[in-house]
């Protein structure tokens, strides 16, 4: 059914391709082939770029033949979030008031993926403007989890990792603003990378909430994650928050796995109660192997935390409000009512009220109101009280221990549909990963095995200081090595049947 070369990791991929066992275009044309054998019923891409891809991985094998250096990921196929800019390819961040809009110009995070020669497919679904924790609020349908295609990929990033689970791509890249790259990750037995704020650039990705949106990378394993994260990282002049330090020795660190005499911080307010009971018990079970590799174990309590989920839904909304203003109609987009007999503000109106899906509204009112005169104080400014306390904690957390613990997601992922009423509870699917948004620091998901309630994959959070990147991938590869892949179990099985029907 499925082309072999689309099961190689990434850093196999690359090495075969620089080693001259197989082309770049031979791999591209492969993840082509499961693209249309397999998205019908994922409905992950929501833009192929074959044409372009294909030229793409002709001029990497032209390198090779040349005798050229090439990058760790040289020709290596790789999945894009629709927020990326990326000249040419329509970006419509899942979004209808943004349909047909190319951009002139490529993400620095894209331009250095195009510098590295990898291979860019195509453009994957997400949740409107990255608001969602589902892929439900996409404008363009939802995507499906390739472990169960009636339940949910996690969100926002869920393209990205549906693309990647249902091996359409060898890579991907996503962003997280409040969980968005860990969350679908957990949910799809994947890897998942929030890196530090600003240790990579956020030039050319379309913004949700500036002071939190991440980009990051999703592997199907630790050591390619490492490579992606590696290649799209550094300061870019252009991003006013652009860090101007070294990245972070990543992949040695997914190399090494050693964890030996390592503290690990279990924090106590994530978990208990509201914990799936087949989430805590593959929680412990990681523990285990990371003690068993040579970890420490500590519980740590990070009084704060119980109140991020509150400041994190008054601090994004009031940026997603000003952000998302410049959708006016005026400068590109969709316009509505444009036709001689309305104004330019019925025309704006009009617009928005066609172009952006219910989530972007109640976020977008949301913000509004808590940034209005009388409430900015009692609302936005308090919320920002909270976000300090929270950083406060995290720097007395980490004067105790090397990284933070926890599950990645209260539970795997449940039923389409299930929690579209009620936004509290899909809210709710991001009180793990908020904390180290709302901090800046790094934090990444790593697969922990199937849950034994479902037999759906559940994934372990680890969160480090900032410009510790590292310090995730030192205990992720531990647990790769100690718990194996998770992904490899949806190869074969019934769920995997499903995708080809």
Known sequence: MANELIFLDAAALAAQIAAGDISSREATQAYLEQIASVDNNVHAYLAVDGERALAQAERVDAKRAAGEALSPLAGVPLALKDIFCYEGLPCTCGSRILEGWRPPYHATVVQRLLQADLVILGKVNMDEFAMGSSTETSGYGNTHNPWDLERIPGGSSGGSAAALASFQAALSLGTDTGGSIRQPAAVNGLVGVKPTYGSNSRYGVVAMASSLDVPGPFGRTVLDAALLHQAISGHDPRDSTSIDAPVPPVVAAAKSGD?????????????????????????????????????????VSCPHFKYALGAYYLIMPSEVSSNLARFDAMRYGIRVGDDGRHSAEEVMRLTRQAGFGDEAKRRIIIGTYALSAGYYDAYYGSAQKVRTLIQQDFVKAFAQVDVLVSPTTPSTAWKLGERVDDPLAMYKADLCTIPSNLAGNCSGSFPAGLSPDNGLPVGFQVMAPPMADDRLYQVGAALEAGMGSTLSQLVGSEAWEALYV
């Open 259 to 299: 964890v030996q005499g390592l503290k690990l911080g279990v924090v106590k307010e994530l978990g208990g109660d509201g914990y799936e009971p087949g989430v805590t018990a593959q929680f412990e079970h990681a523990l285990q192997v990371l003690q068993a590799a040579g970890a420490q174990i500590v519980e």
